[in-house]
């Protein structure tokens, strides 16, 4: 059995949060009646809060014509979408082929040992969320890591590393 | 005089605002009258940020550029006329065998011109296919010209593009869908990136064009949500077109209506495949439909359409500018044209290179790209990424071409070249790949979602030092399962990396299954970890960093590893400053 089969361990998935659901309406009024828009819908309430919460997912259930295990379904389908809030600093791992065969493994492991984390998973102290992607498009700078839209090329473990303590100090301020 | 900084993703990265910022300021401080204008991505990625100096039919290329150089170009070559000789990459007077060994068709404008201004492809002969087609050629003309072309599909398929778009024009109806499907989820794989961000109306050319051909009014670009400034400039460049009247209704003029819009892909490889891009465009998981009926007969919300890659289009406004005739010289046999590929991995000169079709690999890998970085010895090249596979060097001499690429098991694919050396495990490749097609297969057709899977398993197991020779047919056979028995391209291809290796790699796997060695020092597992007595001083930083305490020794004296404690985590190889860990 799936972990999505047992219900407790779906609901688990989820954050579910007090949130204000005001910014979400316009979107729905601009969407909601428009066949084939459910991922426009979700990209929408993603940039509004960061993730995909609970409420917001169950708001958008009762005010389109899309029911909760469609919403679902394409909320677990895409590795864009999120149900969990990230951190202030969101790192993005390229693991491509081109950042593969130039040692990214090395710099993923390095990061994850800092800040004691997997990739998918936020900081405590809600500073720094990991997430491996597929490629960033930049592979002649191979291994690279993307922090909150920022590219870094040509990475060494212990470079990564000095990187992330940096934005941790510079946070710290 | 006039400057052009490079500002695609790859520029950006490497600090090219940076540049950017510092030359405006500079020439505004020496009040100098120069047009300083961004640009797309070249493709000599290995050189970014890259700065190009425009002096009446003179050309030079800066390479490396920081923002330092950058103030000093202003001041010496602008100001004064003195070009700095010693961060000059090429001249148009003596180019670069990077660029002279190509030929550019889908990338002639990419880092020539401003992708923001319409103005600027227009002055280089933009929309003039255009015009050409709706004043004087009917839909069969312009599905003859393609015909007579031979353009293949650039996505990675490679079938013919006029019979596409003859399908859907036979295709009754008046509601039609040109598709384009600019999804690029190869990892390695960057060149409809380089198109859409670095001479986006090409491709909007493109699509009109075939929404003409087969009767269409509506286009819509499946662009990857990855691709930010992808999206932006197609943006921008809808926005000009429609000013202009390129899109809209009545067409220049003409009775022909055709408006495009962009969609946004949410992440998931499988929707490279194009049913699998139709339901995700309809908002939906994007799990691929059973054909017939093709997209054709029946797509986007049932109704005929055609889909074809971005680096496709980008090929149709050439050909109908210069004549189908001209576009099929060039190529060998069935294989017409040029075709971009992104060079990336061990290799000197990383970026994108257009090449004209029949062109060897070698000629590829070591004429264009420069051979192998820190002269190591070539290993390996990767054609295609997840659904391509790996060749030896012994066939570097293959002509890349659909048909020569074909029959050695590998595919041109999508355009993704990653070139591996001596220090580059096979098995640790192709086990990349899987753990990528495993995490991406979605789900509906059963060998692909756990025929992947055990096939993990099985390079799992021979990369910790547990795998047995029948592993290998075990590994074999369920590959050609997978391919038989899986409803799209992503896992009729995902074999691909696995059947490649076994067949010009095999002593590889013998060497990890009956040695208990990776050859190339990669699988943790199967290497030790020892101190050279006579290179260690002691100096006590790996026992410290040692994570399960399994480094003894005294102060000043050798330290020596407890191999049955120790984990392989290679801590004490990156610490030591005096090499003195090696791995064995």
């Known amino acids: 059995m799936c972990n999505n089969c047992n219900s407790d361990e779906m609901i688990n ?56 295990s469609t919403i679902y379904g394409v909320a677990t389908f895409y590795t864009q979408f999120r149900l969990k809030p990230i951190g202030k600093f969101l790192i993005l791992q390229c693991q491509g082929t081109a950042c593969h065969v130039n040692g990214s493994k090395e ?5 994850c040992e800092e800040l004691k984390i997997k990739p998918g998973d936020t900081t405590t102290d809600g500073l720094f969320t990991i997430e491996d992607v597929n490629c960033l498009g930049c592979c002649s700078l191979a291994p690279v890591m993307m922090i909150n839209g920022e590219a870094y090329g040509n990475l060494t473990p212990s470079e990564a590393v000095n990187i992330i303590r940096n934005l941790a100090k510079e946070a710290d301020k | ?21 510092s030359i405006n300021n500079s020439v505004k401080e020496n009040e100098l009258n120069i047009a300083v204008e961004p640009t797309g991505c070249v493709g000599m990625c290995f050189y970014e940020p890259l700065v190009d100096v425009i002096d009446g039919d003179k050309k030079y ?28 990459i090429y001249s148009n007077e003596e180019p670069d065998i990077y660029v002279v060994n190509q030929l550019k068709i ?18 280089v002969g933009g929309y003039e296919a255009l015009k050409k087609v709706l004043t004087s050629m009917s839909q069969q003309d312009v599905i003859e010209q393609m015909k007579i072309s031979g353009l293949r599909g650039r996505g990675g398929a490679g079938f013919p593009t006029w019979f596409k778009w003859d399908a859907a024009l036979k295709s009754g109806g008046s509601e039609k869908y040109v598709v384009c499907n600019a999804d690029e989820g190869d990892p390695g794989a960057f060149m409809d990136r380089s198109v859409c961000e670095g001479d986006p109306h090409k491709l909007l050319e493109g699509m009109i064009i075939c929404g003409y051909a087969m009767g269409s009014n509506h286009g819509v670009i499946y662009c990857r949500a990855e691709y930010p400034l992808a999206i932006q400039r197609l943006n921008i460049a809808i926005e000009q077109a429609r000013e202009n009247n390129f899109l809209g209704n009545n067409i220049l003029g003409s009775d022909f209506n055709f408006d495009i819009t962009i969609k946004m892909g949410a992440g998931a490889f499988v929707c490279g495949e194009e049913t699998a891009l139709i339901e995700s465009l309809e908002g939906k998981r994007g799990m691929p439909r059973l054909k017939p009926p093709f997209p054709a007969q029946s797509g986007y919300w049932r109704k005929p359409t055609n889909i074809n890659n ?15 005739e001209k576009f099929a010289a060039i190529g060998k046999g069935n294989s017409k044209g040029t075709k971009v590929f992104a060079l990336s991995g061990k290799i000197k000169k990383g970026g994108l290179a257009e090449i004209p079709m029949g062109m060897t690999l070698r000629e590829v890998i070591f004429g264009i790209g420069g051979g192998i970085k820190g002269d190591k010895k070539f290993k390996a090249v990767q054609l295609g990424g997840p659904s391509g596979g790996c060749l030896p060097e012994n066939m570097l001499d293959t002509p890349v071409t659909y048909e020569d690429l074909g029959k050695t098991g590998a595919i041109v694919g999508s355009g993704g070249m990653v070139v591996m050396d001596e220090t580059t495990c096979i098995v640790d490749v192709t086990k990349f790949f899987l753990e990528f097609t495993c995490e991406e297969s979605c789900g509906k057709c059963t060998y692909c979602r756990v025929g992947t899977k055990r096939m993990l398993q099985i390079l799992n197991k021979i990369t910790e030092g547990n795998g047995v020779m029948e592993d290998l047919d075990e590994l074999e056979n369920l590959a050609l ?25 095999r002593d590889e796997y013998v060497a990890h299954i009956m040695d208990k060695k ?27 960093k040692c994570p399960v305490q399994c480094i003894e020794g005294t102060v000043r004296k050798p330290h020596e590893i407890v191999q049955e404690k120790c984990i392989k985590c290679g801590n004490c190889f990156t610490t030591c400053k005096f090499n003195a860990v090696e791995i064995n």
């Not at chain 2, 006039?2 to 910022?21: M, R, W, Y």
Request: proline letters at 5%; a neutral charge; aromatic letters at 8%.
């Open chain 1, 13 to 68: 998935n989820f954050v579910d949060e007090e949130i204000d659901l005001s910014p979400l309406k316009p979107v729905i009024e601009k969407y909601g009646q428009v066949k084939g828009s459910l991922i426009n819908i979700l990209q929408a309430t993603q940039d509004i809060y960061g993730y995909l919460p609970l409420r917001a997912l169950n708001y958008v259930a009762d005010n389109t014509p899309n029911k909760k």
């Open chain 1, 107 to 111: 710099v993923s492991q390095a990061i």
């Open chain 2, 1 to 21: 005089m006039k400057v052009l900084v490079g500002l695609g993703s790859c520029g950006i990265a490497a600090g090219g605002k940076k540049v950017l910022e």
């Open chain 2, 61 to 88: 290329t800066y390479g490396h550029v920081n923002a330092k150089i950058a103030k000093e170009i202003v001041e010496s070559h602008l100001k004064n006329g003195q070009p700095l000789k010693e961060y000059i």
């Open chain 2, 106 to 123: 889908a990338l002639e404008n990419c880092g020539q011109i401003n992708p923001e201004n319409i103005d600027e492809y227009t002055s």
């Open chain 2, 310 to 324: 971005v680096e496709t289009f980008a090929n149709v406004a050439w050909i109908i500018y210069h004549g189908p």
């Open chain 2, 481 to 505: 399962s997978v391919k038989d028995a899986s409803l799209c391209g992503l896992g009729q291809t995902a074999p691909n990396p696995v059947l490649t290796s076994l067949k010009y790699f």
């Open chain 2, 518 to 544: 990776c050859p190339s020092k990669k699988c943790t597992a199967l290497l030790t970890y020892e101190i050279n007595k006579e290179k260690c001083t002691g100096c006590t930083l790996c026992a410290r």
